[in-house]
């Protein structure tokens, strides 16, 4: 398994890694939506007012599709967009949510997510690091 996962890191490099482990976050909140009742929190009741759980359940699915795809070395800006826009949406929703009054304590949670987009947005502007021949930095570790 440590090879396998030695031998993805090298073949997508640090920033495809951040994507891929954007793109497991993504789908696993995705399924939690699509699997999650309206009556299960308050911010699902408020989020089901404005559409059913499941088209946001699909949103988040299909930007762990784009982030996933994305992971391939130089094509991943529009994952990194997605991954950001995703997160700022969560954001703007929970804040939205607590100001109206319908979802309690949801600054907190919105500012779990607005700190995560962040740290997404520095990742997405970080360079891939590479040697002097711009060859990948980091390379796995020598068969045994």
């Known amino acids: 398994m440590g090879r396998a996962v030695a031998r993805l890191h090298h073949k997508v490099g640090r920033r495809g890694t951040a994507l891929l482990v954007f793109a497991a976050l993504?789908?696993?909140?995705?399924?939690r939506l699509a699997s999650a009742s309206p009556d299960?929190?308050?911010f699902y009741a408020w989020l089901h007012g404005?559409?059913?759980?499941?088209?946001?359940?699909?949103?988040?699915?299909?930007?762990?599709?784009v982030?996933?795809?994305?992971?391939?070395?130089?094509?991943?800006r529009v994952a990194f967009t997605a991954a950001i826009g995703i997160k700022v949406l969560w954001f703007s929703l929970y804040l939205?949510?607590?100001?109206l009054g319908d979802v309690p304590d949801g600054w907190v949670s919105a500012v779990v997510w607005g700190s995560f987009a962040m740290c997404v947005w520095l990742i997405a502007?970080?360079?891939?690091p590479v040697?002097?021949?711009?060859?990948?930095?980091?390379?796995p570790p020598p068969s045994e």
């Open 26 to 31: 993504d789908v696993a909140y995705g399924l």
């Open 67 to 76: 982030c996933a795809l994305g992971s391939v070395r130089n094509c991943d």
């Open 96 to 99: 939205s949510g607590w100001v």
């Open 125 to 128: 502007g970080w360079p891939e």
């Open 40 to 42: 299960a929190q308050p």
């Open 50 to 65: 404005i559409l059913p759980l499941w088209p946001w359940a699909v949103l988040w699915i299909a930007i762990a599709v």
């Open 131 to 139: 040697t002097s021949k711009g060859q990948p930095a980091w390379t």
